[in-house]
């Protein structure tokens, strides 16, 4: 089989999705299947659908369009503002966009218009974290903006964190985005079907003890296909871990010292890291760069370490472990390190149906 390759693990992907439904939906929280790590894939798509999801977000609209094409029976929501370049494609493959622009509001409203359809439009509200976002105290202004537009219809509101500060989900950003619910509600005397309080980082607050307020839905990718929390990288109960995988193939394996020789300068991508002198060390290359994955995202199996990489040569200390060239190593990956690997043109997907250990 040819590498390096991504082995996906279906029944993987579908047991985390259904218990991340089931668990949120006991707190009347819809989840959005988040598919952009990988690129709107078809097949962890219908997985998601079948695990009971309603609704598959993407920040691409080529992910969106190509799901939309697809069989898989899902609303879509874009996840990211649109480009005012984008917006027919954006009203004609996504049902729903999150927005935080006056002009792109009325650039969607117009294709639209065009397209003869009507749009609907999540609000994203800045709450701290300091990426997307219209300030709080200029929601109403724009709600009123999107009510008076005649193709846009006003779904929601929303908001973001823990991505550009590593700001955490807590009972004071939650509850002043349902307040913020309420008010908008109470002063334009309409409801809101939505109040969509985050990403994956959410999950130890929305599943916590704390009352989940207006907040009825969470886009969730991260924690659905790698099983973990994004605050802090750790397992999330119950989940499967590795439905990801990232196999190389070795093709150079020999006894080498462990430190280098010569005057050192930059290495390729950078400092290279201090090495130690342990004696000679069994190194192992592998086909596989920076050009396929983020390097340091991977995980090495047991025993091995991972000594550097430049764009095509991963190098590792093979410890005891008897590699040989033609030998597959497997590894786990970080989100980072997935989202390169799906990315990167010279990454093959391996699909398996799986099966979930439940
Ligand atoms: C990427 C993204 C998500 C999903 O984040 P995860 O941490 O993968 O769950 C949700 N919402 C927005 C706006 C995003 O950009």
Sequence with gaps: MTAPRLTIDLGKVGHNARTL???LSARGIAVVGVTKAVLGLTEVAATLVDAGIATLGDSR??????????????????I????????????????????????VLRALSGAAESAGRNHGVVLMVELGDLREGILPE?????????LGLRNLDLRGIGTNLACQSGIVPDARNMTQLSDLADAVEARFGIHLDMVSGGNSANLSWALGPAPVGRI?????????????????????????????TLVGEVIESKLKPSLPTGTAAQASFGTPPRRVDRGPVRQAIVALGQQDTDPAGLTPPEGVTVLGASSDHLVLDAGQCDLRPGDEVTFGLTYGALVRAMTSPFVASDLRAGNAAE
Excluded: K, W, Y
């Design 138 to 146: 200029d929601l109403e202004a724009v709600a009123e903006l999107v």
């Design 21 to 23: 439904v089931d668990r």
């Design 80 to 103: 990211r503002s649109p480009m005012v370049s984008q917006v027919d494609r954006v009203v004609t493959h996504a049902d729903l966009s999150c927005n935080t622009e006056a002009e």
């Design 61 to 78: 609209i080529e992910n969106l369009e190509r799901l939309s094409r697809s069989e898989v029976a899902a609303a879509t929501m874009l």
């Design 216 to 244: 009825n839905q969470l886009r969730l990718g991260e924690s659905i296909l790698l099983g973990c929390d994004p605050l802090d990288r750790s397992p999330i109960e119950g989940l499967q871990l590795d439905a990801f």
